[in-house]
């Protein structure tokens, strides 16, 4: 979308739009399957669900529903047509950010012994090509201890027999409110694939009101939210 004097339309340049979503697909370094879900998790492309049998993708389109169903859970986005953009944001003369997003796709190992696995969808944002935000930006980092403090922590344990548990929190990054003041207004183009498939309508962009897997400051926003 773009923001003119006579109100607001929709970009028409799509050969910009495709080469997004193409550097996108082929060079998001961002999040990855194996950084979703483990080294031992199986991915596959869209291009690959869109071309299987009706009963095979109802499989992969019931995981994407899911997916769509915890982002709303979680209260991740507002979706807004381009005209409440123009009320909502670019009337006031408020900046917003557009991040394209993508749908990872990963067979889940299941671990029966018996080479099970569960269809997985993640939306995700293509942080690589995210405009004002680099990857090794301090202001991006999540915070963790270092290897002294584990080291030390842990021969204490030992020495006074502490009991020593861990936990993982599902969905972490989901739980990370953002500041529109602090953070910018973002707006998400859905993954395509989304649209295609009629899940998502056309023309609406996610106005992000938590952070979504792959955006540059996903990490530091989900380290305040658990400290």
């Not at 370094?29 to 049998?53: F, K, P």
């Not at 090509?129 to 290897?147: C, D, F, M, Y």
């Not at 973002?186 to 938590?210: C, N, S, T």
Request: some cysteine; hydrophobic content about 35%.
């Amino acid at each position: 979308w773009v923001n003119t004097h006579e109100g607001v339309r929709q970009e028409e340049n799509d050969e910009t739009v495709e080469m997004c979503m193409t550097e996108c697909k082929e060079v998001d370094d961002s999040v990855s399957a194996e950084q979703l879900e483990g080294a031992s998790a199986d991915s596959i492309s869209s291009g690959e669900v869109e071309r299987m049998r009706a009963e095979k993708k109802q499989v992969w389109i019931d995981a994407m529903k899911e997916q769509l169903r915890s982002l709303q859970r979680h209260h991740v986005y507002d979706e807004l047509t381009p005209t409440k953009v123009q009320a909502r944001f670019w009337s006031q003369g408020i900046r917003t950010k557009r991040v394209l997003a993508k749908l990872v796709l990963v067979k889940k190992p299941t671990h029966d012994n018996k080479g099970g696995w569960k269809p997985k969808a993640q939306a995700v944002c293509c942080g690589n090509i995210e405009q004002g935000s680099g990857g090794k930006h301090l202001q991006n980092r999540a915070e963790v201890p270092s290897i002294l403090e584990m080291k030390t922590m842990l021969t204490l344990a030992c020495q006074k027999k502490w009991s020593i548990g861990a936990l993982d929190v599902k969905t972490a990054f989901l739980h990370a409110e953002l500041d529109d003041k602090k953070d910018g207004v973002i707006l998400v183009q859905p993954p395509a694939i989304l649209i295609r498939l009629g899940l998502v309508k056309g023309g609406v962009q996610w106005k992000l009101k938590r952070a979504l897997y792959g955006l540059r400051c996903a990490p530091n926003k989900w380290s305040q939210t658990r400290d």
